[in-house]
């Protein structure tokens, strides 16, 4: 089933046949705001838990892209301005339409996707400070070794004013810190207690004041709540997804 094959190779490989199985799910209920494109509903998909009306299709779109794709649209000014964007481990569905609006001042960045534009550790951005509108690291974090020192780097690399979409997965029970362990290397021991193999720690409700702690100014926009149940059906995002934005100070 689709829904258990991990995201890189889901990306990579299934395309063309996803957009076929697509055809068995047309209709007008669901609209991808990304691509786009109708279905009667998006297909499930989840490795440990299963969420129903979360992958298009058409251009492999989950929930928090279409949310993100949405709080961009709507909330900023991203889609109205030429802008320069650092998307740090960029997801296919965005590259090419980020491109078309910011051009040369989009740079895609990983440590090793073949994607990217630029080969990059986020605990050392090569790019000097004071550079980038708009950083853009959607569920980067929870891999990293060092997530401040990650974020440290950002602000650094933000002009005054700019800001940083920093969305990171939440496990249920949340924890009041979040809580990290470096002994723990084994991937199935990684996954029982972070939730998921290649997680080096489960965020908790301090996820702010780690931000708060490299210099950014944290903001949690409960965005998935301007949506209707119907709203969020129709464009197949989550009400309860918060949309965690950091400023750098002017």
């Known amino acids: 089933m689709v829904r258990f094959v991990p995201r890189k190779y889901l990306q990579r490989f299934t395309g063309v046949g996803l957009k076929v199985v697509g055809l068995f799910y047309r209709g007008r209920q669901t609209v991808c705001p990304v691509c786009s494109h109708h279905y009667r509903r998006f297909l499930p998909y989840g490795r440990i838990r299963v ?31 030429s802008l320069n964007v650092l998307h740090i481990a960029p997801e296919p569905c965005f590259i090419k339409r980020f491109e ?30 004071n550079h980038f509108d708009v950083v853009l690291c959607n569920h980067v974090l929870e891999h990293v070794r060092d997530d401040v020192q990650a974020m440290r780097e950002i602000h650094r ?11 990171v997965p939440f496990f249920s029970p949340m924890h009041e810190k979040t809580l990290e362990d ?57 009400r309860e997804e918060v949309i965690y934005r950091a400023f750098k100070r002017v």
């Open 182 to 238: 470096n002994s723990i290397t084994d991937p199935r021991q990684r996954e029982k207690v972070f939730g998921q193999a290649d997680h080096v720690r489960k965020y908790g409700y301090d996820y702010t004041q780690r931000i708060a702690q490299s210099g950014l100014t944290p903001y949690e926009e409960n965005y998935g709540m301007d949506f209707s149940p119907e709203e969020a059906f129709h464009f197949g995002v989550s």
């Open 51 to 81: 969420r129903e009306n979360a992958l298009c299709p058409n251009c492999l779109s989950l929930e928090r892209h279409r949310l993100m794709w949405l709080f961009l649209r709507n909330k900023t000014n991203f889609f109205s301005s």
């Open 100 to 129: 078309q609006q910011h051009g040369e001042g989009y740079i895609t960045a990983d440590i090793e996707s073949p994607l990217a534009k630029v080969k990059m550790d986020i605990h050392q951005i090569p790019f000097e400070q």
């Open 157 to 167: 690399v933000l002009k005054p004013g700019g800001w940083a979409i920093l969305q």
